[in-house]
Nanobody, 115 residues
Framework: QVQLVESGGGLVQPGGSLRLSCAAS????????MGWYRQAPGKQRELVAT???????NYADSVKGRFTISRDTAKATAYLQMDSLNPEDTAVYYC?????????WGQGTQVTVSS
């Protein structure tokens, strides 16, 4: 059984930065994909960014140039560096891992961008 534990959310002012972490545990096969999704109130969950076990990355257009996803394979941890945050980035951010054709989700961490 794979478990994902997120950390790093919180309240930040517009223009500020936050770094989210997602630690995975359990049996994780390769290849796999780790990613971040977010869900704002009243909206559907949407892709933010993904990174494969080979290091390839993908970003939503709304975060390109502001967010950076990375992973430490040895630690089975993924990170999301979020810069130039704006109120539209306010949402619950969920870590995701796809391995051996199974989707796993973290419990979510709240990110609030407000002055």
């Amino acid at each position: 059984q794979v478990q994902l534990v997120e950390s790093g959310g919180g309240l930040v002012q517009p223009g500020g930065s936050l770094r989210l972490s997602c630690a995975a545990s359990g049996i994780i096969f390769r290849p796999n994909v780790m990613g971040w999704y977010r869900q704002a109130p009243g909206k559907q969950r949407e892709l933010v960014a993904t990174v494969t076990s080979g290091g390839s990355t993908n970003y939503a257009d709304s975060v390109k140039g502001r967010f950076t996803i990375s992973r430490d394979t040895a630690k089975a941890t993924a990170y999301l560096q979020m810069d130039s945050l704006n109120p539209e980035d306010t949402a619950v951010y969920y870590c995701n891992l796809v391995t051996n054709r199974v989707n796993y989700w973290g419990q979510g961490t709240q990110v609030t961008v407000s002055s």
